[in-house]
């Protein structure tokens, strides 16, 4: 991972692909040397969800946690004119015309995104409204496929009411791997002013929180502003990092009182492994 982080930071750009996927803002796919796929994500005037600081600062915060949901990001500053070129040569009419009007400056050359490690042979993966109602109801009974995958979404309402993610419900923002675990992607709606719809919507999500688990517990446990300043400082603001912890202090809470009300019925079954 070291590796591949540095790579994305500085490692020389083999090759720049207009991203073909459908959607709402601009991607690019990269080769950077010696041999890493690399997703980019540029910061777009227009769309508040395409903070690269997001992505980054969802990757840290998961990492920090000691889980690995996340593909690993970085904040990189491309040169705008060498991306220009390549959608004239290769990119749609509209993501060309889009990449001028939503994301190059007349100012500067500079390109501002998020570089993500490609999650090679992963799959897009939406939960059904079943699984998402079993995850939901702590009685209901769980196949072993279910158990892993309710693992890894419980996580995912964690570290999304963790970073104040409004956007994991939208479509195309969760991979499956070819290990059947699931991958969070699209972070860059995280962090950012709290605003009423967004606390709303958040605290709405914690109904599929249904399920406790010590390690999730000793794992929110663990935050401290000092270790959270550390991880992420240079990417979140302090007021940022500042409502991570109060967020947190929510988690906590609604996972001691699941454990109180409910200890062992309701906790999920499994121990498993970061992915
Ligand atoms: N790191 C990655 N590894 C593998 N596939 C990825 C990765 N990141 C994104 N993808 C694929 O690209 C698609 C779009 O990526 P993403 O969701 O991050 O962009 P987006 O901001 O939602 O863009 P849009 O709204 O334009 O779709 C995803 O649905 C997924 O299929
Ligand atoms: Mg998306």
Redesign the pocket.
Known sequence: MADALDAMATGRILSIIPGN?????V?VNLVVAPNWYV?F?PRHRVHL??RPQGEVGAFRLNRLLGMNHV?PAVVRTLDGSVIHSAFKRRGTPERLEQLQREVLSPATDDLTGAL????QG?R?FEPSPALLGRMGDAGARLSPAEEVLIWDLSWMVILDHLTNNYDRHTG??I?RAKSGRL?F??N?AAFGPDRDWKAARRKDLLRLLARHHPAFTAALRRLSPRVMAACAGDVLSARDLDEVLSRRDELVEHLAALERKCPTDCRIPRELEAP
């Open positions: 996927t459908s959607g709402r803002t991607k997703f994500k969800f395409t593909p993500l490690l490609w999650v992963a897009n195309g923002n991979l991958v992607i699209d860059g």
